[in-house]
Nanobody
Framework: QVQLVESGGGSVQAGGNLRLSCTASGRTFFAMGWFRQAPGKDREFVSAISVSGGSTRYSDAVNGRFTTSRESDKNVMYLQMNSLKPEDTAVYYC??????????????????WGKGTLVTVSS
């Protein structure tokens, strides 16, 4: 069983930066990713990183502003968020599972989810 815990959320003004962390309990050999859910909207894919960390993918909305990385020896994944916009306001969730499932948001096959951390960006 893998448990995922997010941290690093908070409030920031537009144009600011935040870094989220996701710590996995136990050893994980899964790809990992970030999703977000804004008020009144469906959960959406943000980014994914392969088991080795050698492959990453981003949604069009965050590409060029967000960077995902992982330290496998520490079971930690990060999301560096730069140039934040009010539309980035959402609860951000960490997920772990098959890389392909993360890319298409196949929640049925994504094995593990964190409880989320709130990011609020004010204009």
């Amino acid at each position: 069983q893998v448990q995922l815990v997010e941290s690093g959320g908070g409030s920031v003004q537009a144009g600011g930066n935040l870094r989220l962390s996701c710590t996995a309990s136990g050893r994980t050999f899964f790809a990992m990713g970030w999703f977000r859910q804004a008020p009144g909207k469906d959960r959406e894919f943000v980014s994914a990183i392969s088991v080795s960390g050698g492959s990453t993918r981003y949604s069009d909305a965050v590409n060029g502003r967000f960077t995902t990385s992982r330290e496998s020896d520490k079971n930690v994944m990060y999301l560096q968020m730069n140039s934040l916009k009010p539309e980035d306001t959402a609860v951000y969730y960490c997920a772990a599972g098959p890389y392909a499932a993360l890319l298409i948001g196949n929640t049925a096959d994504i094995g593990y989810w964190g409880k989320g951390t709130l990011v609020t960006v004010s204009s």
